[in-house]
């Protein structure tokens, strides 16, 4: 990963937010039926520094490339489960760079700070996230015949 680009708390950087939000209604709430302004009132308050939900960006040269999240929950079949990271997203032109890894260790990271033993998400994507050392942990369904795949991280196996 260039070694210019910085993964930052959304919080200490609020003049992204509405890129953020357009990244999350673009890529994911257009095919639930959700609408930007509700990106964008998820994404203001997703900005927390010590607890969940936060946000975290990618930034090179003051250009936002990156995004992720830290929830309590982003499955509702599976509300025993938390926290999550979600809607993690790379700009195009930057995707292959470590960026996305980066991303998801800075989570990683974030929530063994705040004590949680394991982290989960879920994903229609294989052998990307295993890379990282997350394991498939199941199958769940989503509405309609869909289906989706969780992983979990544990951060208790860390050192």
Not at 65 to 74: L, R
Not at 103 to 128: F, S, W
Not at 136 to 158: C, H, N, V, W
């Amino acid at each position: 990963m260039d070694k210019n680009i910085k993964i930052i708390n959304l919080a200490s950087e609020p003049k992204f937010v509405e890129q953020v939000a357009k990244w999350l209604y673009d890529e994911w709430d257009t095919n639930d039926g959700r609408n930007y302004a509700d990106a964008l009132y998820r994404t203001k308050h997703s900005m927390c520094k010590d607890r969940v939900p936060q946000t975290y960006i990618a930034v090179l040269g003051g250009e936002l490339v990156g995004t992720v999240h830290i929830w309590n929950n982003d499955l509702k079949c599976r509300q025993d489960l938390t926290p999550w990271i979600a809607a993690l997203y790379v700009k195009e032109k930057h995707r292959g760079k470590g960026i996305g890894t980066a991303l998801q260790l800075k989570c990683i990271e974030a929530v063994r700070k705040m004590g949680y033993p394991k982290l989960y998400l879920i994903t229609d994507h294989e052998n990307y996230y295993e890379k990282t050392g997350w394991e498939f942990l199941e199958t769940a369904p989503l509405m309609g015949e869909k289906t989706t795949r969780i992983y979990q991280f544990d951060i208790s196996m860390m050192k």
